[in-house]
């Protein structure tokens, strides 16, 4: 869809060129030159300000080169700025926006259906009329056809002219199809089709129209005629009717018309007058149709990044033997072993002895987010500002600004999951019950990530999945914050299924109570990123 730049680079070069023509061309210079100026004009109107031609000269800028990470984070100046794109709420200027191109494309398409009816409209008389065929047009005679007309290579009458009248009114035609008007005339009419805000335009047209009956006005005095016996022709049809795409007889009656008709100084200088108009489209290009050619970018040695001084932090984790849930975190820095407890002195040792530009923390497990937490704890205390973390993009599991769910914490979304949970009677019969644990993330702009479910613990599937349904059910979050900045926060969540099947009421066989259990076994502890069970109970 068009700017509102472009719409108006649009305009300003309709209009200019109109006015040249006006002022400069029209009846001054040769039929066949002013044609191609108005079509010419108008198709170099709507595109000089599509163009992008890289004619000024490139620009050398010299900017120091940040350290950049591939994970989508840049560090600038000793801070990390994460680039998320908002998604903004649908305001008033979108639903305007809207409105305006629905109404842009229904006239569009209105125009466009008002162009395919004529054009059928030709077909079929044509296929009805009694057709003669000569060496450079097609007669189309039929009792139909109320005025005479053109249309690309056929003419088009009624059985009405006869004589000296037939011969000028097949002249004024045939000068039609040999200058080739139609094709014109279609080219003009599918740009005001396609730009129908545009009056300069239609003013266009209309020019073409009106240059065109004058050149086949002079073709047909040219050949011996009487401009008095013609003259009475042409107002004979002023009550006839032609499609607006064909050329005839009636198009443009206007005292001009008469006037050129004797006129013998068109055609001087046409040359000269359209070659002043180079100037004039060559500005146009130069203010509408530029840019500015690609910068060339001179990077300063003194930032690159192999001048900064890094330590860098590498986390390994590594299974302990003959047990599948516990695992031997690894502190690497600058690829000697630490143990977590020495992080801080190490650092601030390190920072002691001369300067320290950025610390590199290296992880790409899930189960080192812990460790993350505690290296950047201990860089933080030893005075150590600009951190980068490589690897994925791995959650907290404590910001310093923990996500919000409604106003409230975890607890406030355990609430929220009671109340969607199904637990249905088909999987008490199979005796589906026990303790499911899921974890979930929390993303930079609140919402739930749905490639981050991890299930550490479920008895079926099944329940797993309910588990997991509900949470991606639910509404955004408040992020949580990492220096100021949004940051992804993981979470876990227990739920505990349990079936009741002694002492139940009859009239609740269907009923399902959610409530909260405090004691069940094996359900992870309470804590900012775990709360304790939901218990789905079922009678």
């Not at 869809?1 to 200019?16: D, K, P, R, V």
């Not at 984070?73 to 979108?94: R, T, Y």
Request: overall charge negative.
């Amino acid at each position: 869809m068009f700017t509102t730049l472009y719409i108006f680079e649009m305009l300003l070069c309709s209009a200019l060129f109109y006015a040249l023509y006006r002022l400069l061309l029209e009846g001054r210079v040769a039929h066949s030159v002013a044609r191609f100026y108005l079509v010419a004009t108008t198709l170099l109107a709507v595109s000089i300000p599509m163009m992008e031609l890289p004619l000024y000269p490139a620009e050398t800028v010299y900017m120091e080169l940040p350290v950049m990470q591939v994970e989508g984070e840049v560090v600038v100046d000793g801070e990390v700025v994460e680039f998320v794109a908002p998604k903004a709420p649908v305001g008033w200027v979108d639903v305007l926006r809207v409105a305006i191109a629905v109404i842009y494309l229904a006239v569009v398409a209105l125009n466009v259906l008002r162009f395919v009816v004529r054009l059928v409209g030709i077909a079929r008389l044509r296929r009805s009329a009694e057709l003669s065929f000569y060496e450079a047009y097609t007669i189309a005679e039929s009792r139909s056809v109320s005025e005479p007309f053109s249309f690309w290579r056929t003419i088009f009458l009624n059985y009405d002219y006869t004589g000296i009248e037939r011969e000028q009114v097949i002249a004024h035609e045939a000068s039609h199809v040999a200058h080739h008007h139609s094709a014109e005339r279609v080219v003009m009419e599918l740009l005001r089709c396609a730009f129908w805000f545009n009056p300069f335009v239609w003013y266009a047209g209309n020019a073409l129209v009106q240059v065109q009956e004058w050149q086949a006005d002079s073709d047909v005095l040219r050949k011996g005629y009487d401009v008095k016996q013609y003259r009475q022709i042409i107002f004979r049809q002023l009550f006839g009717y032609n499609p607006d795409i064909t050329c005839g007889l009636r198009s443009q009656i206007t005292k001009k018309r008469f006037i050129m008709m004797t006129d013998s100084m068109k055609g001087r200088r046409s040359l000269v007058r359209l070659m002043a108009m180079v100037p004039v489209v060559a500005a146009m290009i130069l203010a509408f149709g530029s840019v500015r050619a690609e910068a060339v970018v001179v990077v300063e040695e003194s930032a690159t990044e192999q001048e900064l001084q890094r330590v860098e932090v590498n986390l390994v984790a590594d299974k302990l033997a003959n047990d599948h849930d516990t695992y031997n975190v690894k502190f690497l820095v600058n690829g000697k072993s630490v143990k977590v407890e020495d992080l801080e002195p190490l650092f601030k040792a390190i920072k002691s002895q001369g300067r320290v530009d950025v610390v590199s923390i290296t992880a790409n497990n899930e189960i080192l987010l812990g460790a993350v937490e505690e290296v950047r704890k201990a860089v933080r205390n030893a005075g150590i500002e600009r951190i980068e973390y490589r690897g994925v993009d791995l959650p907290f599991i404590k910001a310093d600004v923990m996500p919000t769910f409604e106003g409230g914490d975890l607890n406030s979304f355990r609430m929220w999951v009671m109340t969607q949970l199904r637990y249905p009677k088909e999987w008490i019969d199979e005796g589906l019950s026990g303790l499911v644990v899921v974890g979930f993330v929390v993303d930079k702009e609140g919402y739930i990530d749905e490639n981050s479910f991890t299930v550490y613990r479920t008895p079926d599937s099944r329940l797993s999945d309910e588990v997991i349904r509900v949470i991606k059910l639910s509404p955004r979050w408040t992020a949580g914050k990492q220096d100021g900045q949004a940051v992804n926060t993981k979470f876990t969540l227990p739920v505990s299924f349990k079936a009741k099947t002694t002492d139940a009421p009859a009239s609740s066989e269907n009923s399902v109570e959610l409530s909260f259990d405090a004691n069940t076994a094996d359900a992870p502890a309470s804590s900012e990123n775990s709360v304790e069970p939901i218990v789905v109970t079922r009678y």
